[in-house]
């Protein structure tokens, strides 16, 4: 399982503190992973759910229960990015963002996504390497109305916690191959939601038409 894993790189330190928080307290070790994932620490949510999927897999866990887990988790750790975002926001990712892999062009990214998108993107924006953590920073400057934004972040998160974990069950004792397939799922992800706002884009333009013809 987790002791077949070589090597002594952040990654790997992570997966195994990842694996063993998870085996010692439960759901409760999911929440935590994940609200610490979404407040900015650097743990991958690609590493935590797999291995949720394969505790679900070897029937310790259930899968409804990982993913409210996660799912919950996501939603704390945006708000409190969110109410950072309200107040020191830029300048608090501008003197510490480097110790949390974040720095001001994945803002300024997030920033331009959200100013263009609203609502769209912090639903899709779950789904997105990078920005599915920091879009939670520019809601809370843009002080975007706070029940909306746990709402978007709740039902954005719900279908990639899913994702993740059922590929942890699907993939059983071998979960932690997805550490090596990670960025390529990310790289799907992306194409999938460029695709899902470029749709919605359309459907939008088309109403507006419409409407402005009747």
């Not at 935590?48 to 409804?64: E, I, N, Q």
């Amino acid at each position: 399982m987790i002791h077949t894993l070589h090597g002594h790189s952040l990654l790997e330190i992570i997966v195994l503190y990842s694996a063993a928080i998870i085996e010692k307290i439960g759901y409760l070790g999911i929440f935590i992973l994940m609200t610490l994932e979404s407040a900015l620490v650097p743990i991958p949510s690609e590493i935590v759910m797999p291995f949720a999927g394969f505790l679900v897999w070897s029937g310790k866990m259930d899968l409804t229960l990982v993913v409210l887990s996660g799912t919950l988790g996501n939603l704390v750790g945006s708000f409190i990015l969110y109410k950072l975002g309200e107040g020191p926001g830029l300048k608090f990712i501008e003197k510490y963002g480097k110790y949390f892999m974040i720095g001001e062009p994945e803002v300024a990214q997030a920033q331009q996504l959200f100013s263009r998108y609203g609502s769209l993107i912090i639903f899709t924006g779950r789904m997105l390497p990078a920005v599915r953590t920091v879009i939670s920073l520019p809601a809370g400057i843009s002080r975007m109305n706070l029940p909306k934004f746990l709402a978007y972040t709740f039902l954005g998160s719900v279908p990639w916690n899913l994702a993740l974990t059922y590929v942890g069950l699907v993939l059983g004792e071998h979960w932690v191959v997805i550490e090596k397939y990670a960025r390529v799922l990310d790289y799907v992800v992306i194409v999938l939601a460029i695709i899902a706002v470029l749709a919605f884009y359309i459907y939008k333009t088309r109403n507006r038409k419409e409407y402005q013809r009747s």
